[in-house]
């Protein structure tokens, strides 16, 4: 398994030759790279217009059954190789939400989950994939995590403070009205007045 390793880890390693550079989308948009809020739009169009889902082995090169299963790894070889496979997501723009202190060996299996996935290419800006459902009985990474708890303790506190979420909002009027449209639309084919 040790050879196999190795391998798997050269593979690992080369199958980031493979990267794209960046959509002619991103140099079109002007977008500012330090721009965090700029960066994530982008990506959302990138890959909710633009883009088509593909298995993360066709993304990466890397096929799920190259990725040995965990009980045929020890604890020392799943941090490896899960520390490696994380490397290659973040290359392809994927970015595996775990908790901070998440022990490596236990992310192996989230990780090798995450490879039979499918899920759109993205070739600039961060695809983040959460594995939690905010459900803290329901909590993947028990003893890592506490983010339910603090949203919770959030909510109780805001309703003690009577602190409102400024969730309200009308779902009717959010979009414009067909009036609304066909003005923008008959307003673009006007020519011009410079009396205006």
């Not at 965990?70 to 973040?90: C, G, H, P, R, V």
């Not at 403070?161 to 307003?187: I, M, W």
């Amino acid at each position: 398994m040790k050879r196999y390793i190795e391998q798997l880890i050269e593979d690992i390693h080369k199958s980031t030759w493979n990267l794209k550079p960046p959509s002619k989308l991103w140099g079109e948009s002007e977008a500012d790279p330090d721009n965090e809020r700029e960066l994530e739009d982008m990506s959302y169009v990138e890959k909710y217009i633009y883009g088509e889902q593909q298995a993360i082995g066709k993304i990466t090169g890397i096929e799920p059954e190259q990725i040995p299963p965990t009980e045929i790894l020890t604890t020392e070889q799943q941090s490896q190789l899960a520390i490696e496979l994380e490397k290659l997501l973040q290359n392809y723009h994927f970015v595996l939400d775990f908790p901070e202190k998440y022990p490596a060996h236990l992310r192996y299996r989230f990780i090798r989950d995450f490879w039979n996935e499918e899920h759109v290419p993205l070739s600039f800006g961060e695809n983040h994939i959460e594995f939690c459902n905010y459900e803290e009985a329901n909590c993947p990474f028990p003893g890592y995590c506490d983010t339910c708890k603090e949203i919770a303790e959030q909510i109780k506190f805001d309703e003690i403070h009577g602190v409102k979420a400024d969730l309200d909002f009308d779902l009717e009027n959010l979009l414009p009205s067909q009036e609304e449209l066909d003005e923008f639309f008959r307003r673009q084919n006007d020519p011009p007045n410079p009396g205006q």
